[in-house]
């Protein structure tokens, strides 16, 4: 079936390090590929997004790239800052199909 | 201001007593859909909707119905709520009559079921 996978557990950090969070995925055919985020108390906002093989998505100092090699998204971030603080979604979309897929999602904390 | 908006946003509630949690966008999206999010389970479909009179099943719709009526609604209906669907619900919609994948969120409602 359809799924997205993200690495276990929060991810707590220092102001401007760098971060990475993992996801990967299991699809047939070629999806198309999104990190969200969730501040605290809203709803999910749409980060960035990838729809082929290749493509980088970019966003607020965000990025991720589309890698059917290896079947990740990764997001990376170069500098965080404590705005940054939010849980993170990778969601896959299965190509010819309305059924959005979401990972578990990653809390991330960014302490000053 | 483009947005959705769900109410209520906190509602405790008993076992059995019927609810419903509205729903509407005033962004004339023709895509709407309902979603759970539950700790250490990320986010789960329930039910979606790809126009006026048409609806899906999600992942997890039991115990749930959904209606859509106008282009701008798409409430969710819990006819006989059980302490399993405690949970904090999200509501979506995108603008053309299918997923894209690019969502608009509504900021939840928390639903509490005793």
């Known amino acids: 079936g359809n799924s997205v996978t993200q690495m276990e557990g929060p991810v707590t950090l220092s102001e401007e390090a760098f971060l990475t969070i993992n996801c990967t995925y299991t699809?047939?055919?070629?999806?198309?590929l999104f990190w969200y985020v969730q501040y605290p108390g809203e709803g999910l906002q749409l980060l960035l997004k990838?729809?082929?093989?290749?493509d980088k998505g970019s966003n607020k100092g965000f990025e991720a790239t589309y890698r059917k090699e290896t079947t990740s998204f990764h997001l990376e971030k170069g500098s965080v800052q404590v705005s940054d603080s939010a849980v993170y979604f990778c969601?896959?979309?299965?190509?010819?199909?309305?059924?959005?897929?979401f990972g578990k999602g990653n809390q991330v904390v960014v302490i000053p | 201001e483009a947005q959705v908006t769900q109410n209520p946003r906190y509602l405790i509630t008993v076992t059995g007593k019927k609810l419903t949690v509205t729903c509407s966008q005033n962004?004339?999206?023709?895509?709407m859909s309902w979603y759970r999010q539950d700790p250490g389970l990320g986010l789960r479909q329930i039910y979606y909707?790809?126009?006026?009179?048409?609806?899906d099943k999600g992942d997890v719709p039991e115990g749930y119905k959904v209606s859509r009526k106008e282009k701008r609604n798409f409430p969710l209906i819990l006819e006989s709520p059980s302490p399993n669907q405690t949970s904090l619900y999200f509501c979506?919609?995108?603008?053309?009559?299918?997923?894209?994948?690019?969502?608009?969120f509504g900021e939840g409602s928390r639903l509490t079921v005793l």
């Open positions: 979506a919609s995108s603008p053309i009559d299918r997923n894209t994948g690019e969502l608009f």
């Open positions: 699809a047939t055919g070629y999806p198309s």
């Open positions: 990838a729809t082929k093989a290749d």
């Open positions: 969601a896959l979309l299965p190509y010819g199909n309305n059924r959005l897929a």
């Open positions: 962004m004339n999206h023709e895509y």
């Open positions: 909707s790809m126009n006026v009179e048409v609806t």
